[in-house]
């Protein structure tokens, strides 16, 4: 393996202020790899196009003012101890790079890749992420604050302990990977679509205190704990997955519960307003509650009921056809 140098002289200079340019006065792509940056501020306004930096660290570096990257790629870097200020990322690749105590503030990320690595301790304040795609990427307790996420995704990403709040998100999409041993945590937030599809283990997420037009969750086989409280929603939708003690409490909704195909073990549906509920070919099992809600209209195709099913309308037990039956209502 090459040893790292310090970044120094023109090098850092071309970083800093003076990337390298044409006869006409035109960005080119240039490369810079195997240097190392310690302890060092770079604030001067700057625009790279076509930047490759690759192999190297930067630890205790901020980077902050008027600058912008395009078409660039990050690769196989180290980066300890990071802050970001008033940056924005232009289709910029970070490829296998590993984040420890990244701090973002007031940046800006259109149609980004994280592919690979690991990011440790993230906090991004009034940050927007724009067509922004991680994949395959581990993170491990992830704060994000006032942010805005627009036709974002996680495809095969672990992560522990995410927590967004106060942010708006036009559409984010989940898929593959998994939380293990945390939650995903979404409050005080405006969101248009939330998806969770094909993630094998997503441990308790929770979205609380925020307004929601959809949110979508298909073939998750493992979702044990998910909370939806204090929101108006649009809709939920469940399809070939399996909820195991899902709480919808204080939850107002303008159109349906669907559940197709799937399987609850434990469901709490309290202190709501519900339009219409279909549970086509599902099954239940443990417990149902439904405590001061009552539906529009419920279907129940398919139904089918574990022995030791145990119903609850308004605190009290009751029998299965009791129950059906009195949860329609206004």
Do not use: K
Not at 84 to 99: A, I, M, P, Q
Not at 174 to 196: D, F, K, Q, V, Y
Not at 272 to 287: I, N, Q, S, V
């Amino acid at each position: 393996m090459q040893t790292q140098e310090p970044l120094r002289g023109d090098d850092l200079q071309a970083l800093r202020a003076d990337p390298p340019r044409d006869e006409h006065g035109q960005l080119i792509p240039w490369t810079l790899g195997h240097r190392i940056l310690t302890d060092h501020r770079l604030d001067q306004a700057v625009q790279h196009r076509g930047l490759t930096l690759h192999d190297s660290t930067f630890r205790g570096f901020s980077w902050s003012g008027d600058i912008a990257l395009y078409s660039s790629l990050l690769r196989d870097l180290v980066l300890d101890r990071v802050a970001f200020t008033g940056l924005r990322f232009e289709d910029v690749v970070f490829e296998r790079c590993r984040f420890d105590t990244l701090q973002l503030t007031d940046c800006t990320f259109v149609r980004c890749r994280f592919i690979g690595g690991d990011l440790t301790l993230l906090t991004a304040t009034r940050c927007s992420f724009i067509d922004t795609r991680f994949e395959d990427l581990s993170g491990d307790t992830w704060n994000l604050r006032d942010c805005s996420l627009t036709g974002s995704s996680f495809r095969g990403c672990t992560l522990l302990a995410p927590r967004l709040s106060h942010c708006t998100i036009d559409r984010l999409q989940i898929g593959g990977g998994g939380l293990h041993g945390a939650e995903l945590t979404i409050s005080n937030a405006r969101i248009g679509e939330l998806g969770l599809d094909r993630c094998p283990l997503m441990v308790g997420p929770r979205v609380l205190d925020s307004t929601l037009r959809a949110l979508d969750i298909q073939d998750c086989p493992q979702l044990p704990g998910l909370v939806v409280q204090n929101c108006e929603l649009g809709r939920l939708t469940v399809r070939r997955s399996t909820l195991q003690a899902a709480s919808l409490v204080a939850v107002t909704t303008r159109g349906r519960l669907t559940l197709e195909d799937s399987a609850l073990i434990g469901l709490v549906v309290r202190e709501g307003a519900w339009a219409d509920a279909l549970l086509e070919r599902c099954t239940l099992a443990a417990y149902i509650a439904v405590d001061h809600t009552r539906f529009t209209a419920v279907q129940t195709p398919g139904l089918i009921e574990a022995d030791d099913l145990q119903h609850q309308l308004d605190g009290q037990p009751t029998a299965s056809a009791t129950f059906w039956g009195a949860i329609h209502g206004p």
